[in-house]
C-alpha cells in the first residue's frame, strides 16, 4: 500500500515549456487535489476532483490544467510554464465511501523550478 | 470564504518541556473540520491530529492535544514532553464537512509556525 506517489520527485523547465505532474493513490479514494507551496505560506488549491470524469477549480488555477480519466490518477499539466509557477507542488487524496474519512493524505511533493 | 490566521511564525522550546501552537480561524459554517499538519524537513505532510467541530471532546493523540474553543475559533496545539523529532513546520487548516454539503472542496491552510527544539 503506497499511499500517494507523484512523479517527477524534481524538474527544472524553462519558460515556456510544458510538463505534466502525476498523481497516484491506491486507497480507492474519491477526491483528489493539487496544492502548491511557496515560501512563507501554506499550501493553496489549485484544482480538485470529486470522482473520475471530474474536475474543479480551486483558489489558484490560473495556468493549469487537469485531468482525471482513471480514479486512482489525477494529472497536472502547465501548458506553458512561467517562472511564477517554481512551487513545491502537492497532490492529495480523500474520502473513502464506504469509511467517509475526511482526512487528507499528501504525496511527497514535486520540486519544480521555471528558470 | 474561510480563513485560517497561525500568529506566530516561528516558536521555540527546550526538549521535554510543553509548547502551544495558535491557530484562529473564521468561517460562517457550523459543521467543519480542523487539522493540524506536521511538515518536517523531508516535506512530507503528515497528519498530526484532527477535530471535528460538532464533538465538544478535545482530541488528543499521544503527546499531541489540541484546545478546540468553537465559539472563539479558536483551535490551538499543545505539544507535551517535546523531542528533537517534533522540529518542524505546524499547518493548521480547515475544512467544510462532507456531510453538510460542503467538503468537496479543498483545506484551507494557515502560514505555518516553525517549531525549534532546544536541546
Known amino acids: 500500500n503506497a499511499g500517494v506517489t507523484q512523479t517527477p520527485k524534481f524538474r527544472v523547465l524553462k519558460t515556456g515549456q510544458s510538463m505534466t505532474l502525476l498523481c497516484a493513490q491506491d486507497?480507492?479514494?474519491?477526491?483528489m487535489y493539487w496544492y502548491r507551496q511557496d515560501p512563507g505560506m501554506g499550501l493553496r488549491l489549485i484544482h480538485y476532483s470529486v470522482g473520475e470524469g471530474t474536475t474543479a477549480k480551486g483558489e489558484v488555477p490560473d495556468g493549469y490544467n487537469v485531468s482525471r480519466l482513471k480514479k486512482q490518477n489525477f494529472l497536472l499539466g502547465l501548458e506553458s510554464a512561467a517562472p511564477s509557477q517554481t512551487s513545491v507542488y502537492f497532490c492529495?487524496?480523500?474520502?473513502?465511501?464506504?469509511?467517509?474519512?475526511?482526512?487528507?493524505?499528501f504525496g511527497p511533493g514535486t520540486r519544480l523550478l521555471v528558470l | 470564504a474561510q480563513t485560517v490566521t497561525q500568529s506566530q511564525p516561528e516558536m521555540s522550546v527546550q526538549e521535554a518541556e510543553t509548547v502551544t501552537l495558535s491557530c484562529t480561524y473564521d468561517?460562517?459554517?457550523?459543521?467543519?473540520?480542523l487539522f493540524w499538519y506536521k511538515q518536517p524537513p523531508s516535506r512530507q505532510m503528515i497528519l498530526v491530529i484532527r477535530q471535528e467541530a460538532y464533538k465538544q471532546q478535545n482530541a488528543t493523540e499521544n503527546r499531541f492535544s489540541v484546545n478546540f474553543q468553537k465559539a472563539a475559533k479558536s483551535f490551538s496545539l499543545k505539544i507535551s514532553d517535546s523531542q528533537l523529532g517534533d522540529a518542524a513546520m505546524y499547518f493548521c487548516?480547515?475544512?467544510?464537512?462532507?456531510?453538510?454539503?460542503?467538503?468537496?472542496?479543498?483545506?484551507?491552510f494557515g502560514k505555518g509556525t516553525h517549531l525549534i527544539i532546544q536541546p
Open positions: 487548516a480547515y475544512r467544510s464537512a462532507l456531510y453538510s454539503g460542503g467538503g468537496a472542496d479543498g483545506l484551507t
Open positions: 486507497m480507492n479514494h474519491e477526491y
Open positions: 468561517t460562517s459554517e457550523s459543521d467543519y473540520y
Open positions: 492529495a487524496s480523500s474520502y473513502s465511501i464506504k469509511t467517509t474519512e475526511e482526512t487528507q493524505y
